[in-house]
C-alpha cells in the first residue's frame, strides 16, 4: 500500500473541508419534487390560433394553480415553443435554495419546423412557501426569461409572461 506524501496529505485536507464548508452553507428544504406534462394541444398553426383566444403569439405564459394541502402545482403554459414534430414532450423540476426551477424537453426534433403549444403539467411536492419560479423553455435562446417571485401561501393563483419576438413566436399576426 503507498503511503501519502507529507506534502500532498494537507493540499487534500484543505480541499475536503473547504468543499464540507461550501456544501454546509447551501441553503436546502426538504421538498422531495416530481414534474409531468399531462397533456399539451398540438401545433399551433396560423389556422388555429392561441387556444386560449386571448394570449397572442408574441407571450409565452404561465397560469398557475397551488394546492396547499396535497402540495401540487398545476401549471399552464400557453405559447410554448417546440419542434413541429416534438415527439413526447416532458418536464422536469428541481428546487436549488429559493428557485424552483422547471424545464421542459422534447423527445426528438423530427422536423424543420417549430411551433406554439399549450402544455399543461403538475408538480408535486412543493411547500406553501415564496419561490422564485422559472421556466426553461428549449427554444427561447436569448430572449426574456420566463421568471417571477410567487408566493404560494398568500398567491395561491396567478399568471405571468414573458414576451416572445422571435420565432417561433409572433408569426400568426
Not at 27 to 34: A, L, N, P, V
Not at 44 to 61: A, E, I, R
Not at 112 to 122: A, G, P, R, Y
Not at 130 to 142: A, H, R, S, T
Request: aromatic share 6%; with cysteine.
Amino acid at each position: 500500500m503507498k503511503k501519502i506524501s507529507d506534502k500532498v496529505l494537507p493540499s487534500v485536507l484543505a480541499v475536503l473541508m473547504s468543499a464540507a464548508i461550501l456544501l454546509s452553507g447551501c441553503e436546502r428544504y426538504g421538498e422531495r419534487i416530481t414534474a409531468e406534462v399531462i397533456d399539451h394541444t398540438g401545433c399551433k398553426s396560423l389556422k388555429s390560433g392561441s387556444v386560449d383566444g386571448t394570449t397572442p403569439d408574441t407571450l409565452s405564459c404561465i397560469n398557475y394553480v397551488f394546492e396547499a394541502s396535497s402540495g401540487t402545482l398545476q401549471i399552464t403554459h400557453i405559447n410554448a415553443g417546440f419542434n413541429c414534430c416534438p415527439g413526447k414532450l416532458t418536464c422536469h423540476a428541481e428546487v436549488a435554495g429559493d428557485t424552483l426551477f422547471i424545464k421542459e424537453n422534447e423527445q426528438s426534433a423530427a422536423c424543420s419546423c417549430n411551433c406554439l403549444f399549450d402544455v399543461n403539467l403538475t408538480v408535486r411536492g412543493l411547500e406553501s412557501r415564496e419561490y422564485i419560479i422559472q421556466i426553461l423553455e428549449p427554444y427561447c435562446g436569448k430572449q426574456e426569461k420566463l421568471i417571477a417571485h410567487v408566493n404560494l401561501a398568500e398567491t395561491p393563483a396567478g399568471s405571468f409572461c414573458a414576451t416572445r419576438k422571435l420565432y417561433p413566436w409572433g408569426i400568426m399576426r
